[in-house]
């Protein structure tokens, strides 16, 4: 009762870490009182160099996140160009930009003002918080100004961005761009998949690249959806562990 909360959180995640991080034995030695939380501290510890996946969130973000598909922020993807240009790579229907128009290949010159680069965008854009509001200064394909003020909230995501068919030199060819592995996923393949049976679909393209990974039984319901009964009984993947932990592999 008289410890403080934090340190506690700290010394449990020294302790998951120590036990069950993969690169356990790369981790720089440092003493978890001296972080003010575990998001600190695990920024400390993760071996980046091969680590773009650990993160800290709440139980309840995280449900939200899998099991309903919402998130808190604008609904975009972003990315800079050679030239440190910010552009949107995939906007979700319920992203409150879609109303101005925003769309994949519009450009975002300034966020308050404010012209972004690699090093401040996080801060321009500002906490995943409800109610935090900006004003971005866009540039659609046509050279339009468009100016958008609008304001964080819970967003349902679609992750499915894109699908469609393509007739190529008589090829019957499914298209698809996959965002995430996500609960709500599943409906949304089954549904791209009947399109494609609908369709006579003999060839199937899928558009990973935003994709940041995810829930591995949904990645399973796509890999069965693509294979079918061919790949009964088959390997689809193999959980790898560190030496401490080697007896979990399966």
Do not use: C
Not at 114 to 129: I, V
Not at 134 to 159: D, G, I, Q, W
Not at 216 to 242: C, P
């Amino acid at each position: 009762k008289e410890e403080d909360t934090n340190l506690l959180v700290n010394r449990e995640l020294m302790n998951a870490m120590n036990a069950y991080y993969l690169w356990y034995d790369k981790m720089p030695a440092v003493n978890y009182a001296d972080f003010p939380g575990p998001i600190e501290l695990l920024d400390a510890l993760m071996y980046k160099e091969l680590d773009r996946w650990s993160y800290i969130t709440t139980k309840q973000q995280l449900k939200a996140y899998y099991t309903a598909g919402e998130y808190i922020g604008f609904g975009i993807g972003l990315a800079f160009d050679a030239n440190e240009q910010l552009w949107i790579t995939f906007i979700f229907n319920d992203s409150p930009l879609k109303s101005f128009g925003a769309d994949r290949g519009w450009r975002i010159s300034a966020i308050d003002g404010t012209t972004p680069t690699p090093s401040n965008t996080n801060s321009l854009l500002g906490p995943s918080t409800v109610g935090v509001t900006r004003t971005f200064t866009l540039l659609s394909p046509e050279l339009e100004v468009v100016s958008a003020t609008v304001t964080k909230r819970a967003l349902t995501m679609n992750s499915v961005l894109l699908d469609t068919t393509y007739t190529i030199n008589s090829s019957k060819i499914g298209y698809f761009v996959l965002q995430s592995f996500i609960g709500p996923t599943i409906d949304e393949l089954n549904s791209t998949f009947s399109k494609f049976i609908d369709y006579g679909v003999t060839n199937l393209i899928i558009d990973l690249r935003y994709n940041g990974g995810g829930s591995i039984a949904t990645a399973s319901h796509l890999a069965n959806l693509i294979a079918g009964n061919v790949a009964n009984q088959q390997v689809l993947g193999t959980y790898v562990h560190n030496n401490k932990q080697s007896h979990r592999n399966n």
